[in-house]
């Protein structure tokens, strides 16, 4: 039986080795410990701490800070609906489809991934060049430094890059595309707003057209000067409002003295002719009240002499039978007679 190694005789060299795409394994620099530590040998002579192999997946690629569900069929074929709908009707000179943008699997190619993101971008700056060879074009460098630049909240990498179709790298990236076609679409609204004119009464349009202001500010100006600038013109146009507010307020508070003062001079009049009518409305309410209750009696009389008239009545039938019946004893009597 073979005998068990010891941990502590393990060679620091041999704690580090791990095999890298089948090549021979190499030493740890600056005596780092392996991930998965060191290796040992069991009473049977197989290896039960053998290196494992790690995940294919940079940890670039494993982004906590991506808020959303990039991964997701929803949101895949929601982003990809955006992007089309927004290249079709902004003049996109390729040829587009959502099998194109990774809904048959995987993603697009570099050339179209290229020509996509810089018609999108030559929206924001129609003077931005690329070559003409998408070769020569570096995405790895341009795509995550303008990103960086529009202040994209999750960083795009040069691994991504690298591997733009790969199932690990395009979700992120079709959500950047997404977030860069939002982005123009709100410029876009905004750019519209402005053409039809700023209403200063209108608080709302006040707010948007502060709120692109402020943004391609954060985007430009580092030191944040441009944002005071813009916030010191927006307590202004809001001083300049109020200031006007008061005035109406002033004179709707003129408006209602003169109206209490005409109130005023109204009232003694209006009340003495509602004490007038309140007398008379009692005085209505209890005739109509005494009339009431004479009729009540009338109606109770009344009921009395009908029950004495039905009660005569019925002594009355019983008489005038009883004399019917004899006078038809007599009639027959005759008769007889007769006979």
Known sequence: ???????????????????????????????????????????????????????????????????????????????????IEFLVTHGYEHQISPKQLGNGGSGPSNKDFAQIFVFLYRQ??????????????????????????????????????????????????????????ELLTYQQQLAAEEQDGIDPADTDKMFFLYTKRSYKAWMEDESG??????????????ASKNVVLEQEIQKMQ???????????????????????????????TEHTIAESKALEVQIRELEGSISQLESDNDKRGVYLFSHINAFQVVFRSCNLLRA
Not at 62 to 80: G, H, T, W, Y
Not at 126 to 143: A, C, G, I, N, R
Not at 225 to 238: M, V
């Open 1 to 83: 039986m073979a005998t068990r190694v010891p941990l502590a005789t393990v060679s620091q060299n041999a704690a580090n080795a791990r095999p890298i795409m089948g090549a021979p394994a190499r030493k740890s620099l600056q005596g780092r410990p392996s991930l998965v530590g060191p290796t040992r040998t069991s009473t049977g002579g197989s290896n039960l701490a053998a290196p494992r192999r790690m995940t294919m997946c940079p940890k670039s690629f494993l982004r906590p800070d991506e808020p959303r569900d990039v991964k997701s069929v929803a949101f895949r074929n929601s982003a990809i609906e955006r992007i």
């Open 124 to 181: 924001l700056d129609p003077h931005y060049k690329y070559p003409k060879d998408v070769k020569d074009f570096k995405l790895e460098d341009e795509v995550p430094a303008i990103f960086k630049m529009l202040r994209y909240p999750v960083a795009i990498t040069k691994s991504q890059m690298s591997t733009i179709g790969a199932p690990h790298a395009w979700p992120y990236l079709l959500a950047a595309l997404d977030w860069l076609v």
């Open 254 to 284: 003129a408006e209602v003295s003169i109206m209490q003062s005409e109130l005023g001079t109204l009232r003694p009049s209006l009340l003495d002719d509602l004490q007038k009518q309140r007398s008379a409305t009692l005085e209505k």
């Open 225 to 238: 000067a441009t944002l005071d600038s813009i916030e010191r013109e927006l307590n202004e146009q809001f």
